[in-house]
């Protein structure tokens, strides 16, 4: 789409989702004692929104 | 089975094939077909960041806190983001620079400063010795560990000194890394410090650790417990372990931390001396970063997912804590007699490790040896190096002695500090050692304001807090110093505790460390940059690093800043002994035939391109503070002062500027142009359109004229034509006649029209009247033809500003070819008025013979009419329905049709209120 020009302000913007994704008070929303398809909520939710950051990016720097 | 001599055999035979591909990658270099020219390889060699302190530590430290591992590599992840901008930026500057470490990226940048060069040497060999120690550490434990096999036994416990150095499995380590290292990466001295097999076994170390550690996770999971849901539902019966998953206490404690370790690893990713090594200076080509920003976080994200299970496993299988949480990666496997596993979790180990030891240290050697031994001994007149014909062997063997001596100072940081910590806390105190290059180096590249004296200042500051409050701990805690010295500060000095300096207690000590350690570096950085201008130098230097992208060419424009004389013998010469002869005749011949100029060159004076090129080459292999020396040493160069500097640099952004109005006028050129073009075109348009309507007219104008004649001829020449039939004749010549007078009426109303000299008598008017008036008007013909006419008008309609004989004019011609088209007898004429959106309507509907569709869109060109107009005889002139159409939308209206052939047709058109 944007070619090489949108790429720098929109991998600036994927750097600042990770930065709220993991970090307070987000994170906290998830430290709870829960399980997740046996488990726990935590885990889950660092891998799940780690493998999507990793999945933007690939879009971002193949576009 | 698992015998010392099985155990080592297969070290060896790992080490082995490590060597045999880099033999192999490094032959394919020299042909010419590079295997490590791949966006995948680079990938790979990128995680080389994943070390011991992953495969052994980061299992270690889940037990202890859950997710507490996982900063250090959603940090890097972050980072990568960011490197679209960062990281191409350092690439482009190395390459223009010929830069050969991290340390020579920031003496460069800082006007080619040798002390700065020195100082972040220094640095990195000090912070860089906790993290080696790690990996010796796991390396001698992991062997310790399997060579037990099958009990399960920790090796000797911390502070337990009783084996001398020749009985510790950790020196022979270090011994054999050494010589593996120096096999390695200083058989040759490449000019660009490029070592093509070295990053090829690196590659493959990353695939052998990777698939290692997946299958003890897949062991542990799959094989110890029935997946994911059973492993983590009988950890969460165990009190301790369910406090684990919801690991964050309070905001203080917990998130600042993780938050800290974040930053930390964003940081080591960028500026740890191997991660520069090998995403820079190994760097083929400037693409591949665009596979490896989303390729190495998938690798650390795979390498990851299988930590936990292993820790829980472990805490759960090893539930009285005789086991160290280091180990669980090798002591499951173990105890549940896999021997196979065992041996390849501990291969997997030993290429984490020396993936690490071999491009720690062969990046270390090259600082130590250009940007610390070197410039010292060049200095130094006595041992007259100016005249050695051939240094190269010098070189290698610096490089060479340096390898050594840092194994062997982490072998001493290991005994002297190295077991009181777990391996993830070992690895931390290097992370925020490398984080002091932060400052420099990112406020380097975007800020022009930086100065050497900034740079030198924040670096020791930060490496001062650095040392004073997480080093110093280290040693005191493995009883090398009095613990007083922690838990009472010095001299009893309680505000200079180094584990809570100036009372700032409550914080991990990495927390601690990092808070004050920046404050002081990026406080001295800046501070000092801000308190004095910078120096010719170093301006010449801030502006080709900050504005790399702005230069072009493939020295970027550093050759504009030398002035002086130099001869092309004495600069041969010099190349020739750091490079060797025929290297350095080589580099010359591609200098001269790169720009296509003859070798040998016949001039003997060396212009400042020539210069430039072979400080460039030069810088390859000594670093960029020595190369400006060794130049410096053959030529006689004229120091610019800053003014001269900000001329030459002012010279080229006048130049850009210029090119920059170029390209706007040459654009609105084409604009012109392109303007001008479509004016011809349509004036070409219009003259051919004139010749039409000209060719139409006189035809439409001769077909009456002959009917005429031919009448007229026929009574002139039979005079004895009966009455009747010279009635019917004399009628026909009076309609031919009318017809001629309506055409020419109409032709000259068209040409007044679009000429735009017809006259416009606007006036509000109101619709209703003018319709009925025109109906009454023509009722004589609808009677003649025995047509009916309906009229459906509302009661009330707004006025519209029109001129009253123009709208008259249109009615006219919609009633008349309404009537001429119907039927005499069962004709219907249907008289519509609405209103509607700001707009009136008029729809006229006659019950005809209809429109065909194809004729629908042409009837309102001119001289266009419906129906075969060569067989049929023409109804109309042509032009009625193109005037109407013209009149209706001068006023701003719209004129269309709709009809089905066989059921009549309706014209509308509608006039804005």
Redesign the interface.
Known sequence: MGGTEGRGPRMVALCMLGVVLFNFPILALFNAPAMLFGVPLLYVYMFAAWAALIVLMALVAED | MLHGPVIVLSAFAYLGLLFAIAFYADKRADAGRSIIASPYVYSLSLAVYATAWTFYGSVGRAASD??GF??IY?GP?????????VMRKILRISKQNRITSLADFIASRYGKSAALAGLVTVIAVIGILPYISLQLKAISTSYSILVQYPEVVMPDQPGAHTVGVGGDTAFWVALILAAFTIAFGTRHLDAAEHHQGMVAAIAFESLVKLLAFLAVGVFVTFGLFN????L??RA?QVPQL?AM????GG?AGG?AS??WL?FLSMMAIMFLPRQFQVTVIENLDEKHL??A??LF??YM?AIN?FV?PIAFGGLLRFPDGTVDADTFVLTLPMAEKQELLALLVFIGGLSAATGMVIVETIALSTMVCNDLVMPVLLRLRGLRLNQQPDLTGLLLGIRRGAIVAILLLGYLYFRLAGEAYALVSIGLISFAAVAQFAPVVLGGIFWKGGTRRGALCGLIAGFGVWFYTLMLPAIARSGWLPIGVLEDGPMGIGLLKPLALFGLGGLDQITHAMIWSMIANVGAYVGLSLAAAPSAAEHRQASLFVDVFRQGGETGGGARFWRGTASVPDLQNLLARFLGAAAAEEALREYAAARGRRWPEQAIEADAELVHYVEMQLAGALGSASARVMVASVSKEEALTLEEVREVLDEASQVVAYSHRLEQKSSELEAATAELRAANERLQELDRMKDDFVSTVTHELRTPLTSIRAFTQILYENPDVDLEQRVKFLGIITRETERLTRLINQVLDLAKIESGRAEWHETRLDLREVVADTVTGMSQVFEERNIKVDMRIPERMAAVRADVDRIIQVMLNLLSNAAKFCEPGSGRIEIVMSEASGALRVDVRDNGPGIDPADQRVIFDKFRQGGDTLTAKPRGTGLGLHISRQIVEHFGGRMWVESHPGHGACFSFTLPT
Request: charged share 5%.
């Open positions: 859950g997710v996982l900063p959603i992840t972050l980072m990568i983001a960011l490197w679209w901008l997946g994911f849901g059973d983590f539902g969460v369910q998953m919801a690991p964050f905001v998130y993780w938050a974040t665009n596979k920003i989303w976080p998938l994200l997912v936990l």
